[in-house]
């Protein structure tokens, strides 16, 4: 069922966060606010060694130290649980919570001491005796790839975990007919969210109940069920508690090792254990570094600029575990083609092992990555046949009348309109006197360019990706629930089954059924039961709780309206079509009326007066499943996410040219994520998403030396964007309602940072441009830029001297 | 060792390890959970409280060290259980955070930079804000946030809680010229 966008009163509506309250008040309830009775701390020793036999552990001098209760050892570990779950179908890539006979990379955790306190563990940590055989290591995807590199896994033979070739449409013969060809590689450098909050896990074990209790800064899908299956007990003796706010997220929050670990201890101890990974932990071996790719892009194209076919191969160098990372390959497939009519594509996947720290989900699951490839391959095009960047990408944009539009790789995106948001972005920013500004900036000595991206955030988050890039695996859905419950008083609350990490859900839920309700969104409670009274949720992943959860909510509501309507009308004697539902109350034509209050009497008091087969009480839950995704792979295609938001960048900037620092001058951006339905949330997502993007191309990366020692470790020399470097952004906004949503509503939540990146490097390329130089590697640092530049011009003095 | 604090206008005590960071003591001696360890090594600002009404990262600061000292921390900034500062309210009002980890210190930053510059410029609310790293926002709510904080303190009749425990101390130099709003004129009546 779809609203008309006329009849909205609180759904796109200014309305304050519900959740702001309660956080500027210092009073939100983090992981380390949670203290338990009796609570015993860890500290982790991390290996000297990107890889080394462990030869012995002697744990004695650890043991006599003040206030220690415990060391743990992998052998130990290993011994007692079962391995982490993988995602592909590599069952001799184990994995455990600490390093077991072998360390895959420096900072990896071999022993845990458990202590009264953080401090006493550190301590004792110290004392900890490791005999170490160094074994010989790998960093780079490349050699990484080669047959006699040294395995990071040995049982698995080969660093390759995955290497599959897709070809969707006539790649062949389109490059063959095509007049021009371009070819380049690009480099995105590892980086990740960094969430200012590390993660941290609290759990408790009660012998007497078979219960494990945690409390974790956790944002990850199927979390109790994989707890339960390492430490192998019922799921249902898993609790994990949803009443945790998790300070900050953006996917890489899935401490799974640290949980398992933890709750292992709890178990074996005997207390409650908490782990709050410090910083340094949460950087070198919290196993939540983001993608680290490398693209070899073939595109083929005529003079006209109009794209006809691509290559693209993806390397991708995941570390030192499988994991799920591998899947952040497969999730761009959904939109492969970006918002381009390009007719074929061939897509190569490959992700290896390496001894670097493991990666984990990173806002947009491989696709700001993928972005920044194919926006790039647009500019080079326009380069090529000597067409603005913009004319060549209005030529390639799907129309509008176009939608539903079928990409080669399987999926059909549901609507857009990407020319008039350029339009509209163009016409805000007066684009040709932003090409003035920047030519009188480059007359005054400075360098100065302008940068265009066009993208696409593909939401509504399923996981289609899994059985494309693994057969083994057959998942079809990725639900998401709601359960909404009138009490007898009249009052709402509402269960929502999942964390809570800044993006609103309370809001978004209480304004969705207000609106369905026709009752003030600030008088529903919302509440997040624990997991062993939680309906199904995949949590805040893929760009997905406006559509599913708003979904489940808005079904849930409707439900409960139809429930109203059917009282109402055996009350009136009258058909439940012939009821109609307003200002909280039910009427039919007659005049008759029964109001909230009464209605909710009959349901909570008066069998007598309910219809017959009707339910006492008001009570009605929904489990929505993901719009679109219903089939497995056929032949490598498959429907990825149903719902397609587009984003526009635009931006001036300039380069001081003898100190190489980029300043932004002017970032606009064009939005289209359908209807808003609270627009201080996307414009925040958005905001914030930009300023990700911004550090991802400028500031950002885990840099790792040859002696595979991570070396940007802590943040001050890890940067993150402060107010500094994040300039004023001006959003102009569009809206091309989804089919597919309730409300038309589509995603958000990785808004911004898919686009900002190829922007950001678009910019810099042209302003460097005039001296004959490019980057293709992110991020793209001041030193970087200094000695690119200071290498032109001198090779420039060079070339004119006689 | 035993150190005194004054925290919030109250004075407490705790036994503590000389090592003992203020972040810690405040969180685990005194329960007051709104300061939040980020990075513990005095970047990011998640800790931030104020040492006499200025900003001061609590992990980079011994407990011993604060003895002495008057501690603001975000809990001393609510007026009553249940109701906001202006400052905080403007947060909610521009939805100047996500998660909410970096708020408190954010939040501390801008009360301190509000109550000695009473009309900031953009440029003055992105220096003060500067040293709070926010990973959620892009801080474009944030700024906004201060902007209205700053606007709605102007032209409301309440009293800034410094003014009214510095009385006639405020507004320090630097700040708006006393006589255009007659606010420090009340303070000392």
């Known amino acids: 069922m779809t609203v008309a966008p006329s009849t909205f009163r609180f759904v796109s509506s200014n309305r304050r966060v519900r959740e702001d309250r309660r956080f500027v008040a210092g009073q939100g309830r983090y992981v380390a606010d949670i203290a338990l009775e009796g609570m015993l701390h860890v500290a982790v020793l991390p290996s000297q060694h990107p890889s080394a036999k462990i030869v012995s552990i002697d744990a004695s001098a650890a043991l006599a130290m003040p206030g220690v209760h415990y060391v743990l050892t992998g052998d130990e570990l290993a011994g007692a649980t079962d391995q982490l779950m993988n995602g592909l179908d590599t069952p001799h890539v184990k994995r455990f919570p600490l390093a077991v006979g072998q360390t895959r990379y420096a900072g990896e955790w071999v022993a845990a001491v458990v202590a009264e306190t953080r401090a006493q563990a550190e301590d004792a940590t110290e004392k900890l005796r490791v005999v170490y055989e160094p074994l010989p290591f790998v960093l780079k995807a490349e050699e990484a790839l080669r047959p006699d590199s040294p395995p990071v896994h040995p049982p698995h033979r080969s660093n390759v975990l995955l290497d599959k070739l897709f070809v969707w449409g006539e790649v062949d013969r389109h490059f063959a007919e095509s007049p021009r060809h371009l070819s380049f590689r690009v480099t995105w450098g590892r980086n990740s969210t960094v969430p200012i909050e590390t993660f941290g896990v609290a759990a408790a074990w009660d012998p007497w109940r078979d219960m494990l209790d945690v409390w974790a800064s956790i944002q990850m899908p199927k979390y109790p069920d994989q707890i339960a299956r390492a430490l192998r007990i019922p799921a249902n003796n898993v609790r994990v508690h949803h009443d945790v706010d998790v300070g900050g997220s953006y996917g890489v929050k899935r401490g799974i090792k640290q949980s398992v670990l933890v709750a292992h201890l709890a178990r074996r101890v005997g207390r409650p254990v908490r782990f709050i990974e410090d910083r340094l932990e949460n950087m070198r071996s919290g196993d939540a570094h983001g993608p680290d790719r490398i693209f070899d892009v073939d595109v083929a194209f005529n003079d006209d600029g109009i794209v006809k076919s691509m290559k693209i191969r993806a390397l991708d160098n995941a570390g030192a575990y499988a994991g799920r990372a591998p899947f952040q390959l497969g999730k761009p497939i959904g939109a492969i083609v970006g918002p381009y009519k390009i007719e074929s594509v061939q897509y190569r996947a490959q992700s290896v092992t390496t001894n670097k720290a493991m990666q984990e989900a990173v806002r947009g699951f491989g696709q700001a990555p993928t972005n920044y490839a194919i926006e790039t391959a647009i500019d080079k095009v326009a380069a090529a046949v000597g067409l603005p960047r913009i004319e060549v990408r209005r030529r390639n944009f799907i129309r509008k009348e176009e939608f539903p539009y079928l990409i080669p790789s399987g999926s059909t995106y549901d609507s857009g309109d990407y020319h008039t948001v350029v339009e509209k972005v163009f016409k805000h920013a007066d684009f040709e006197a932003m090409e003035r500004e920047r030519d009188r900036l480059r007359a005054s000595g400075m360098l100065a360019g302008i940068g265009i991206a066009a993208c696409l955030e593909p939401s509504g988050g399923n996981s289609s990706f899994e059985p494309l890039l693994n057969e083994k695996n057959t998942t079809t859905t990725w639900m998401d629930s709601c359960r909404i419950n009138v009490d007898a008083l009249g009052f709402v609350t509402v269960t929502i089954h999942t964390t809570s990490s800044g993006q609103g859900h309370e809001t978004l839920v209480g304004t969705v059924i207000g609106e369905v309700l026709q009752i003030d969104p600030d008088m529903i409670r919302v509440v997040r039961p624990d997991t062993l009274a939680c309906l199904p949720s995949n949590s805040p992943v893929g760009s997905r709780m406006a559509i599913m959860l708003g979904g489940a909510a808005f079904h849930a509501a409707q439900k409960l309206k139809t429930k109203l309507a059917r009282i109402a009308a055996h009350q009136f004697g009258c058909g439940e079509d012939e009821v109609t539902f307003a200002a909280s109350a039910a009427s039919d034509k007659t005049g008759r009326s029964l109001n909230w209050a009464e209605l909710v009497n009959i349901a909570h008091r008066n069998y007598h007066l309910l219809p017959q087969d009707m339910e006492p009480g008001l009570e009605t839950t929904h489990v929505m499943q993901v719009p679109t995704g219903n089939k497995l792979p056929e032949n490598g295609r498959v429907q990825m996410y149903p719902c397609h938001s587009f984003e526009f960048h635009l931006v001036l900037l300039t380069i001081d040219p003898d100190l190489g620092k980029p300043e932004i001058k002017r970032y606009v951006i064009g939005h289209d994520c359908g209807v808003v339905i609270n627009p201080h949330i996307v414009r925040g997502m958005t905001l914030g998403g930009i300023a990700h993007g911004l550090g991802a191309t400028l500031l950002e990366e885990f840099v790792y030396d040859e002696q595979g020692h991570l070396i940007t470790q802590s943040f001050m020399d890890y940067l993150l964007p402060s107010s500094h470097e994040m300039p004023e952004v001006e959003i102009v906004h569009h809206c091309t309602p989804s089919p597919h949503t309730v409300f038309g509503q589509k995603g958000s939540g990785e808004s911004g940072y898919l686009g900002s990146p190829a922007a950001i490097s678009s910019a810099i390329n042209d302003a460097v441009s005039p001296l004959g130089i490019s980057f293709n590697k992110l991020p793209i640092r001041i030193s970087a830029i200094g000695d690119a530049i200071a290498d032109a011009q001198q090779n420039k003095t060079k070339e004119s001297a006689p | ?189």
Request: hydrophobic share 35%; charged share 20%.
């Open chain 2, 1 to 189: 060792m035993k150190v005194e604090l004054r925290v919030n206008g109250i004075s407490r005590t705790a036994d503590v390890e000389p090592r003992k960071t203020l972040l810690d003591t405040l969180r685990e001696n005194f329960l007051l959970n709104g300061a939040h360890a980020g990075c513990e090594h005095g970047v990011c600002g998640a800790c931030t409280v104020l040492i006499d009404g200025e900003p001061v990262r609590s992990c980079l600061m011994f407990a011993a060290q604060a003895d002495g000292y008057e501690i603001t921390t975000i809990e001393g900034l609510a007026p009553a259980p249940g109701e906001l500062s202006v400052i905080q309210d403007a947060f909610c009002e521009t939805h100047g955070l996500q998660c909410g980890y970096c708020t408190p210190g954010m939040i501390l930053s801008a009360h301190a930079l509000l109550q000695h510059t009473h009309t900031p410029s953009r440029e003055e609310i992105v220096e003060a804000i500067s040293g709070n790293i926010c990973r959620c926002t892009g801080y474009g709510q944030i700024v906004e946030a201060v902007q209205f904080a700053a606007d709605r303190l102007q032209k409301s009749s309440i009293l800034r809680p410094e003014q009214v425990r510095r009385g006639h101390d405020a507004p320090k130099e630097g700040s708006l010229d006393a006589a255009k709003t007659g606010a420090p004129a009340e303070i000392v009546r």
